[in-house]
């Protein structure tokens, strides 16, 4: 059971990491409008493929909440009815969240994709809860925990439903970014204490200490990161898609402290690679994160220098929640107990 548990938590973790970077995606492309309504798509549970599908037909039979686009506006059934020769106003309602009314298949599918995957991760979790009791004479701090996730991830779509309503507004898809760093946290958590291996963490504070400013320094790292997209979704939408090279002319201040503030948690974090082979703590992770916080400043060469290169965005946002999860998991580590006290 304990293994089982224990692969459903990594299946989880996979698919948020998932539901992550189609966010990334959704927000490169633009598309996070694609799907006007929630939890359905148009209405649908399968959203359309074309334009032609939320046009009002006469002699049609419309279910409650399906949509149509009619005079630039989005009309929802408001029961089921068969229409006749003409439009009845008295059947439709007129949708109230927002006034955006335009419909983009591309953009439609892939929103729509990262919805699905969310509601994916959400099932995960809850085999995850529902498995977590089986722990509970063991220690009652999983299951806990499993259940705090599963509510999290429904604070994650109440979340998801507040960001369409409210047509994108930038400050309410960080909190959402947020949210899903704290979800990545917990499930790395779960999965750490659900090891079958015995191992000790180090007895050098100094180290632990080290390794957990330079996790929170990250998490300062990602804040900046997303009030910079902030100004650059700004500068998209006075200046157009095509103008990438003036999204970043002139760069914010917060931009520079942004890029600066790289070399510190390069610096600290090769600090920790160079003491940790010291010592006889067995892991990879200080190599994964070097390797991470290479591939991010990569990344983010390309967006400056080379203004905004296709997929991009999207990998440095991936980038810096795998670098989140493997410092946190490193934390972990460090601050395990030891072996005889260990889970």
């Known amino acids: 059971m304990k293994t089982a548990f224990r692969f459903w938590v990594g299946v989880s973790l996979v698919l948020v990491y998932g539901v992550i970077a189609a966010g990334a995606i959704v927000r490169m492309t633009g598309s996070g409008m ?10 649908y549970l399968i959203p359309p493929t074309e334009r032609a599908q939320l046009d009002w037909y ?9 949509v149509i686009i009619i005079d630039e506006e989005l009309r929802i059934a408001l029961a089921d009815f068969t229409s006749t020769n ?8 007129a949708y109230t969240k927002h006034d ?26 809850l085999v995850v809860g529902i498995m977590s009791f089986w722990q509970w004479k063991k220690t009652k701090l999983i299951p806990v925990i499993s259940w705090v996730i599963i509510f999290g991830m429904g604070f994650q779509a109440w979340l998801g439903k507040t960001v369409v309503d409210s047509n994108l507004q930038p400050f309410k898809i960080t909190i959402h970014m947020i949210m ?7 499930l790395l958590y779960l999965y750490f204490i659900s090891r079958k291996e015995k191992s000790s963490g180090t007895k050098e504070g100094l180290l632990k200490i080290i390794a957990l400013i330079a996790l929170l320094l990250t998490l300062v790292q990602i804040g900046m990161g997303t009030q910079v997209r902030q100004f650059v979704d700004t500068q998209i939408d006075l200046l157009g898609e095509n103008a990438k090279d003036t999204w970043l002319d002139p760069a914010p201040l917060l931009f520079y402290v942004h890029r600066s503030f790289s070399l510190l948690v390069t610096g600290l974090n090769l600090f920790l690679f160079v003491r940790l082979r010291k010592t006889s703590l067995v892991t990879q ?5 070097l390797g991470l916080i290479g591939a991010e ?3 983010g060469i390309l967006m400056y220098y080379f203004d905004f290169p296709f997929s991009s965005q999207p990998l440095h946002l991936l980038l810096a929640s795998l670098l989140f999860g ?9 601050y395990q107990p030891t072996q005889k006290n260990a889970l």
């Not at 992770?285 to 994160?289: A, F, G, K, T």
């Not at 493997?326 to 460090?334: I, K, R, T």
Request: with cysteine.
């Open 34 to 43: 694609g799907c006007p309504d929630w939890p359905k798509c148009f209405g």
């Open 58 to 66: 006469p002699n049609h039979s419309y279910n409650k909440g399906e």
């Open 86 to 93: 003409s439009f009845t106003e008295q059947n439709w309602g």
């Open 100 to 125: 955006y009314a335009l419909f983009n298949p591309l953009h439609t599918w892939i929103e729509f994709i990262n919805r699905l995957l969310g509601a994916l991760g959400g099932l995960a979790t």
């Open 180 to 186: 899903a760093l704290v979800i990545v946290a917990l």
């Open 285 to 289: 992770m200080p190599q994964w994160i």
């Open 297 to 299: 400043i990569f990344t």
């Open 326 to 334: 493997a410092q946190s998991y490193l934390v972990l580590q460090l």
